[in-house]
């Protein structure tokens, strides 16, 4: 990446991250949720995607690069997924 979009991402982050667990931001298909329910944050559509949008959408099978992960339960969740299949192969 150029030195940039690093600078463009790091204050995305930041302003992404400053809200609080219960306000009410845009998602990806049009309607709003609570920031808390959000796992992901889109910086092409500059929308926020809760787990089920991310999967329907196959942002992450895609190798989608404008995705910024939030802290959310669902990439731990899809960690262990990961890992699991790891070790039956």
Not at 47 to 76: A, D, N
Request: with cysteine.
């Amino acid at each position: 990446m150029v030195r940039e979009e690093k600078e463009v991402l790091e204050i995305i982050k930041k302003k992404i991250t400053k809200h609080e667990s219960f306000d009410i931001v845009p998602t990806l298909c049009g309607t709003t949720t609570y920031y808390k329910r959000t796992c992901s944050y889109c910086y092409r559509h500059h929308k926020f995607m809760t787990p089920k949008q991310v999967s329907t959408k196959g942002c992450l099978g895609k190798q989608c690069h404008h995705i910024i992960r939030l802290e959310h339960q669902y990439w731990i969740e899809r960690a262990l997924k990961k890992e699991s299949k790891k070790n039956k192969a």
